[in-house]
Nanobody, 123 residues
Framework: QVQLVESGGGLVQAGDSLRLSCAAS????????MGWFRQAPGKEREFVCA????????YYADSVKGRFTISRDNAKNMVYLQMNTLKPEDTAVYYC????????????????WGQGTQVTVSS
């Protein structure tokens, strides 16, 4: 099992930046990729970005490409999401997730999920 704990959410204004962190523990050696999804009220949970655990390969949703950056620190078992130029439509609960299978945007391929952290962007 892998446990994931997110932190760093909050209330910001449009155009601001925010960095989310995700701490992984447990069987981290089984992780192939880690990612972030988000879910806005009344909407489906959607893919944001992901990164391979053992390489620099990354994958971004078009809606965040150029504004968000995912990174990792394997020594600390941490994954980060740097969010710049935030927009009101980025408001959502952000979930950290891990897959033992592959780097993908497909939600069902991620077995492990954190509890989520709220990001609210005011206009």
């Amino acid at each position: 099992q892998v446990q994931l704990v997110e932190s760093g959410g909050g209330l910001v204004q449009a155009g601001d930046s925010l960095r989310l962190s995700c701490a992984a523990s447990g069987r981290t050696g089984s992780i192939d990729a880690m990612g972030w999804f988000r879910q806005a009220p009344g909407k489906e949970r959607e893919f944001v970005c992901a990164i391979r655990w053992t390489s620099s390969n990354t994958y971004y949703a078009d809606s965040v490409k150029g504004r968000f950056t995912i990174s990792r620190d394997n020594a600390k078992n941490m994954v980060y999401l740097q969010m710049n130029t935030l927009k009101p439509e980025d408001t959502a609960v952000y979930y950290c997730t891990a897959s033992s299978r592959r780097l993908t945007f497909i939600k069902r391929d991620y077995e492990y999920w954190g509890q989520g952290t709220q990001v609210t962007v005011s206009s």
